[in-house]
């Protein structure tokens, strides 16, 4: 197992820059997600990891060994891409083993490596097979095994589960995680999609720009979000953000928010932390979304809505009127810098 850590790591082209001076400590065989929307820097940053591109400046270390001018080659990691990367006129043995060929590993120390991957993952008789006559879960699992062949500490994933069904990637992010805790991986992990961090991740980094919005535990991004992108990254659905008058009240009403700090500028609180009542706030539903165990309410309080995630045995009609509360310590506040207030 290997620990990673990003020391001021930043990525310029001419004007053009992708990271401004990313600091991360990934911990010795745990699971990090790099989270973010496009363009946020979450794939710069696992290439700069891998030596696939050079940072602009910041050190790099894997084992508390400075790699940032080493070669892929001798980082001691293993890279799963995307698009699987699949030599389609190969089997799926040789797919597996390439890499091992290439470094003159003897033949039965290969021979052994591939039956121990191979029945791992479940890919001992479709080893004849070409890639072609597999299926995309199947083809995920071969892109795994010639990174596990490879006996790397680090191993590193760009999106792979993105080209599969919503299904299989359930099923795969199953697989993975008991899979990496089982070997012990440190693995590095880019996704777009919050519900792969949140259900797969030790530590969730949280890009945004370029620069690390917040890092945490699921939980703790959950919980406590750092700022309003924080706030409406996380969660499905997610966090309302409600804008505040100066005197505590939810913008266009005589509703005192509840917002948990004076100088807040915005109230934060979650769909599911709502709850119907017989009185509390009062609103009017516009809208209603039946998503089977769930209903979730679009719900007006003066200017501004919020969304409500009640039972899906719930019945509720647009233009009825409602009463909504929650809790003081599920209310979070945002100054006007986006920035939470405690």
Known sequence: MSSIALNGVAKSWGDSTALHAVSLQIAS???????????????????????????????????????????????????????????PHLSVADNIGFGLSVRKVPAAESAERLRNAAALLGLTALLDRKPGQLSGGQQQRVALGRALVAQAKVCLMDEPLSNLDAQLRQDMRRELRELQQKLGLTVVYVTHDQTEAMSMADQVVLLNQGRVEQAGTPRALYARPATTFAARFIGTPPMNLVALEADGRIAGSDVASGAPAAKAVQ???????ITLAADGIPAVVQSVEYLGADLVLRCA??????????????????????????????????????RRID
């Open 267 to 273: 109230l934060g609180v979650r769909p599911e932390a």
């Open 301 to 338: 309080v003066g200017s501004e809505v919020l969304l409500v995630r009640a039972a899906g045995g719930h019945v509720a009609t647009p233009g009825e009127r409602v009463h909504l509360r929650w809790s003081p310590d599920e209310a979070h506040g945002f100054g006007a810098d986006g």
């Open 29 to 87: 065989g745990s699971f990090c997600v790099l989270l973010g929307p496009s363009g946020c820097g979450k794939s710069t940053t696992l290439r700069i990891i891998a030596g696939l591109e050079t940072a602009t400046q910041g050190q790099v270390l894997i084992d508390d060994k400075d790699v940032t001018d080493l070669p892929p080659a001798q980082r001691g990691i293993a890279m799963v891409f995307q698009n699987y990367a699949l030599f």
